[in-house]
């Protein structure tokens, strides 16, 4: 089974307008992480927003923020008022492990489009 | 500012001449990465540092090692290239194993 499932290949949206990118996880682990790259056609990959297991509040940075519903294991970043620098691929990843073992797994990515 | 740099950005060998890749970073983190990106793929993790101690992935083919210096400097050698190698080689870094990781732009590597 996966560890990271981001269900959509790739996502549309209008310029100003919000967007879901959807993330859904496996672990049994009850400390995790939960993290949001994006990584723009340049190849950088940016941390946008983290999420630790126990935090009681969702995650926000600026116009990043991250949905996270434990019990149904997801973890959606919403873009709000999208610009044209927001199309890039996202990538969804969790951390997990204890000591040394830690590991950063991604998901497969979602390729977003703000168009004009 | 504080940043991971990685040169080169684009590098071109041929198939089985040795190559290296550097990553430094400024951020005076315990941990340093290598990723391996494959086309419309996610990153793959090739082996870290934690300091001097190496830990290298289970499936990381023996073709790819790696060198850490110091704690600025970070190295992957790929001692014999094939066609499958090339891909876009990301290096990250973190304060610590379990903290978040901080990448910097990659360096593509094309074999010909």
């Known amino acids: 089974a996966q560890k990271i499932t981001q269900t959509q290949p790739g996502m549309f949206v209008q310029e100003k307008e919000a967007v879901t990118l959807d993330c859904t996880y496996d672990?049994?682990?009850?400390?995790?992480?939960l993290f949001w790259y994006k990584q723009p056609s340049s190849g950088e990959m940016i941390f946008l927003i983290y999420?630790?297991?126990?935090?009681?509040q969702n995650a926000t940075e600026g116009r990043y923020s991250l949905n996270f519903q434990k019990a149904r294991k997801s973890a959606n970043l919403v873009i709000s008022a999208s610009q044209l620098g927001d199309s890039a691929m996202y990538f969804c990843?969790?951390?997990?492990?204890?000591?040394?073992?830690?590991?950063?797994?991604f998901g497969k990515g979602t390729l977003l489009t703000v168009n004009p | 500012d504080a940043m991971v740099i990685q040169n080169p950005r684009y590098q071109v060998t041929q198939f089985g001449k040795p190559v290296t890749l550097s990553c430094s970073q400024t951020?005076?983190?315990?941990?340093m990465y290598w990723y391996q990106q494959k086309s419309s793929q996610a990153p793959k993790l090739l082996f870290h540092?934690?300091?001097?101690?190496?830990?290298n992935e289970a499936d990381t083919p023996d073709n790819f090692q790696s060198r850490r210096p110091n704690t600025s400097f970070c190295f992957l050698d790929i001692r014999s290239p094939g066609l499958g190698d090339a891909a876009m080689y990301l290096c990250?870094?973190?304060?610590?194993?379990?903290?978040?990781?901080?990448f910097g732009p990659g360096t593509r590597l094309l074999v010909l």
């Open positions: 540092y934690y300091d001097k101690d190496f830990n």
């Open positions: 672990t049994s682990d009850p400390s995790y992480g």
């Open positions: 951020l005076n983190h315990n941990v």
């Open positions: 999420q630790g297991s126990y935090d009681q």
């Open positions: 990250a870094t973190s304060t610590a194993i379990q903290e978040t990781q901080y």
């Open positions: 990843a969790m951390r997990e492990g204890m000591g040394s073992n830690y590991k950063l797994t």
